[in-house]
């Protein structure tokens, strides 16, 4: 049986000091990014030096299996966890084998199908990947309530701790897999080491024990919300890009593409992923006050897009020459899909708190037929320009999403009670500042094209952060007051 403590309430949304919650909130999840980030740029750049364009695709390719897994399992029913206003123990029991059983059988026939996606695309290879990385469904569905727990009590410390651990621990298997000479089969063991220390430490963090009982009418309960948030967990987990250029371009191109996104995905996790947690959360507590919750957003919004603007900008400017002398020259054809990836990872920025605020406000459904609308066009832009290779792939996926960007301008103002110029207007600042950076971080970099690429590089990235701290600073001080007020006023 559930521990009697789920009955009073330790499991409810905070109601009181929930800035003050969201403000540490930030700094663990902050301190929680920094580490797998660090761990996985490590491990990446390890295996990047020591693996194939070839290798580094055969395993995405197998992972982007995987993820279908993922996809079709019922996650959503977590968000329903953590948006739903009141929840019982008969709640969490019920979702946990609700997600557990259908971890085990999607599993199941995932393993039962490998043997024919590996004759299908005739990569060998796949047959004993697919069901080796696919284990790490079962284990990401049994941590899914003790994880919603977490982020619903904005207990982002255990958070954080959490995601420390198991990033530590993942990247020791792979670097020691590595030293051993078994190549990618140390990258594939990293990611089910991860999916398993991340469920263990979920488990002893939210200091939850499953019970036995499983209540259809629970499932009812959340079926809306749990159901809309499952077809987007579908549409955003499954990785149709990826088994698509896979597929069409094989696996030596998917490998520079699958190399341009994870740089993309760890930059993304580092700055964002904080927000992400801590926003959705926080907004799904301010449902009924308007006021709280558009400071709140507002003021997210602007801290996330003032650090991540510059920083995918600044890696679009130098990645010509950063990527070969980080990585190594046989990763140069990833440089311009790198940089279409900058892009999109300026948009990414602004569209995880955007998602955060539909979703919170419980119309996960408007966010499901938006993403849907997104992926239905996705996949038909990756049919027409493959034949065209990688990079104009990759090009015609940034304006894809420049476009489909548009619609959401008007969903989060429409929230938030506000004009969408007025919603507009609080990148300004960033922006002004990024286009300043970068023309002077571009001029440096033309001057020093004849020297050594170590000292263009950081002559340029100097100059370029120099400039950028140097606009904001004058031009935002009223923003960055404001901010740091609230911070104070939160923190006293």
Not at 171 to 176: D, F, M, N, T
Not at 451 to 468: D, E, K, P
């Amino acid at each position: 049986m559930s521990a009697p403590a789920d009955i009073d309430g330790r499991f409810e949304h905070l109601k009181t000091g929930r800035a003050t919650a969201a403000i540490k909130g930030t700094l663990w999840s902050l301190a929680g990014s920094f580490a797998p980030a660090a761990m996985g740029f490590l491990v990446f750049l390890v295996t990047s030096r020591v693996l194939t364009p070839a290798e580094f695709g055969i395993v995405a390719f197998a992972a982007s299996i995987s993820t279908i897994g993922l996809a079709i399992a019922p996650a959503g029913f977590r968000e329903a966890l953590i948006q739903r206003q009141t929840i019982t123990p008969s709640h969490l029991d019920t979702v946990f084998w609700l997600c557990l059983g259908s971890g085990v059988v999607i599993y199941a026939a995932l393993c039962l199908a490998s043997p024919f996606i590996a004759n299908a695309t005739g990569e060998a290879p796949l047959a004993v990947l697919v069901p080796f990385i696919a284990a790490r469904v079962v284990f990401d569905m049994a941590a899914a309530v003790p994880n919603a727990l977490l982020v619903r009590t904005m207990s982002f410390r255990m958070l954080a701790l959490r995601t420390t651990t198991a990033s530590i621990v993942a990247a020791v298997i792979c670097l020691a897999l590595i030293w051993a000479g078994l190549g990618l089969w140390a990258l594939a063991a990293s990611q089910l080491a991860s999916s398993v220390t991340t469920c263990i430490a979920a488990l002893v963090a939210a200091r939850w024990v499953p019970g036995r009982r499983f209540d259809w009418s629970k499932v009812r309960e959340l079926g809306a919300f749990g159901l809309y948030s499952t077809g987007t967990n579908f549409i955003t987990t499954i990785n149709l890009d990826q088994m698509l250029i896979g597929a069409l371009l094989g696996p030596a191109w998917l490998g520079i593409y699958g190399f341009a996104r994870r740089i993309f995905q760890i930059l993304t996790d580092l700055i964002s992923g904080a927000l992400n947690l801590v926003s959705y959360s926080l907004l799904s507590s301010m449902q009924h006050e308007p006021a709280k919750r558009r400071e709140a957003y507002m003021l997210g919004t602007f801290a996330s897009s003032v650090v991540a603007f510059p920083v995918f900008a600044g890696l679009m400017l130098v990645a010509g020459d950063l990527i070969p002398l980080a990585f190594g020259a046989h990763w140069g054809d990833a440089v311009p899909v790198v940089q279409a990836f900058c892009v999109l990872g300026i948009l990414t920025a602004v569209g995880i708190l955007q998602a955060a605020l539909i979703r919170s406000q419980g119309q996960a459904g408007l966010w499901l037929y938006y993403i849907s609308a997104k992926q239905v066009v996705t996949v038909i832009y990756i049919l027409l320009f493959a034949r065209w290779g990688i990079t104009a792939l990759s090009l015609s996926l940034v304006v894809l999403n420049i476009v489909m960007w548009v619609p959401t301008l008007r969903m989060v103002a429409r929230i938030l009670g506000i004009s969408t110029l007025a919603y507009l207007n609080s990148f300004a600042l960033p922006i002004a500042a990024t286009l300043v950076m970068w023309g002077a971080g571009w001029l440096v970099q033309h001057q020093l094209a004849e020297t050594h690429v170590l000292l263009r590089l950081t002559t340029t990235i100097g100059a370029a952060a120099l400039s950028y701290g140097a606009v904001v600073l004058l031009l935002g001080r009223d923003q960055l007051e404001k901010l740091l007020g609230f911070l104070r006023r939160r923190r006293g």
